[in-house]
């Protein structure tokens, strides 16, 4: 038995959900944010049999689309009392899921 656990855009977190209860999977939700785009995400936690783990993946990899996004270079103050940027603005790619396969002892409902 392993516990899944997957980051997934709130942009694609609709169809996953779907894709994976359709399949008899039962999922749990857990909204989330992320720390660098600081984008939302929603954590899905599900317990699988070990031989389900791979149609889980698959899943994840089809239905989490990979996207590029514009980050604005954060302001800042200088010395003198003006404003600048710092560097770091760009195009950066979000999506996708960051998945955690964790061997668990015992599942139960209760």
């Known amino acids: 038995m392993k516990l899944v656990l997957?980051?997934?855009?709130d942009a694609?977190?609709?169809?996953?959900t779907?894709?994976?209860?359709?399949?008899?999977?039962?999922v749990t939700r857990l909204a989330s944010t992320g720390g660098f785009v600081r984008a939302g995400s929603t954590t899905l936690l599900l317990g699988v049999?070990?031989?389900?783990?791979?149609?889980?993946r698959r899943i994840l990899e089809r239905e989490g689309?990979?996207?590029?996004?514009?980050l604005a270079p954060p302001p800042m103050?200088?010395?003198q009392g003006?404003?600048?940027?710092?560097?770091g603005g760009g195009e950066v790619e979000v999506g996708g899921a960051v998945v955690f396969v964790?061997?668990?002892?015992?599942?139960?409902?209760?």
């Open 6 to 9: 997957a980051v997934v855009q």
């Open 12 to 16: 694609d977190v609709a169809r996953v």
């Open 18 to 26: 779907e894709c994976l209860t359709s399949r008899g999977l039962t």
């Open 49 to 56: 049999d070990d031989e389900r783990v791979w149609e889980v």
């Open 65 to 70: 689309r990979r996207r590029t996004r514009t």
């Open 77 to 79: 103050l200088d010395t």
């Open 82 to 87: 003006g404003e600048g940027s710092l560097p």
């Open 102 to 110: 964790l061997p668990i002892e015992s599942f139960e409902r209760v």
